[in-house]
């Protein structure tokens, strides 16, 4: 089976601009997860999205929203870039069939505001 | 309000030898944690996990304990291999069993491995 796959891998922007990263999760996952990774913060949990309906939501402003499509591929915006967005965008993926509920993660977008 | 921590930024250990990493949290809603592996330019590879009614999971080389009481969770890794070097993350959830996928990640611990 593929992996979860993002892209692109990565991303120059200036601030005040607008971006927006794509996630395919792993075949017949229905669950789509993104994190934003910065060193000073670590991985924060940004939502997350089942059945094209978001389930979950973190802590960031409403700069950053997702959606997610039919066929459970992802999509994260992050409207009028802040120098602060700067880092690293991980999409996961899990099944809701799995007793563990573990969540695949793809290699992420690296996002720098210039 | 950091809810999962991981006090130690880095550790080092022989090759052959245990490694132990930490990991402390404090909500007591946590059911379920996860250790994660991640290499440079990769995204995070799940390794083991533990629900809150165990106080121990192996796999293999890898171990992780559990002490509610204490909301304290380890990860043992013995023997350690160069390979194992790479920063690895400890990660809680509330809920359990396709209701939530709503990660709490640690800063993460570099684990070095010295052949």
């Known amino acids: 089976k593929a992996g979860v796959t993002q892209t692109p891998r990565y991303l120059i922007k200036t601030r005040g601009q607008q971006v927006t990263l794509s996630c395919s999760p792993i075949?017949?996952?229905?669950?789509v997860s993104w994190y934003q990774q910065t060193p000073g913060q670590g991985l924060q949990f940004l939502f997350e999205y089942f059945s094209e309906t978001q389930r979950n939501k973190g802590n960031f402003p409403g700069r950053f929203s997702g959606r997610q499509f039919s066929n459970s591929r992802s999509e994260m915006n992050v409207s009028t870039l802040e120098l602060g967005d700067s880092a690293l965008y991980l999409c996961?993926?899990?099944?809701?069939?799995?007793?563990?509920?573990?969540?695949?993660f793809g290699p992420g977008t690296r996002l720098t505001v210039l | 309000d950091q809810q999962v921590k991981q006090n130690s930024p880095s550790l080092s250990v022989q090759e052959g030898r245990i490694s132990i990493l930490n990991c402390d949290y404090t909500?007591?809603?946590?059911?379920?944690f996860l250790w994660y592996k991640k290499y440079p330019a990769e995204g995070p590879t799940f390794l083991i996990s533990i629900s809150s009614i165990k106080d121990k999971n192996e796999d293999g080389r890898f171990t992780v304990f559990l002490n509610k009481s204490a909301k304290h969770l380890s990860l043992h890794i013995v023997p350690s291999q160069p390979g194992d070097s790479a920063v690895y993350f400890c990660?809680?959830?509330?809920?359990?069993?396709?209701?939530?996928?709503?990660?709490?990640f640690g800063t993460g611990t570099l684990l070095a491995v010295q052949p």
């Open positions: 909500n007591s809603m946590f059911d379920y």
């Open positions: 075949s017949g996952h229905r669950s």
């Open positions: 990660a809680a959830q509330v809920g359990y069993g396709g209701a939530t996928n709503k990660l709490i």
């Open positions: 996961a993926s899990s099944s809701e069939f799995s007793t563990t509920d573990t969540q695949y």
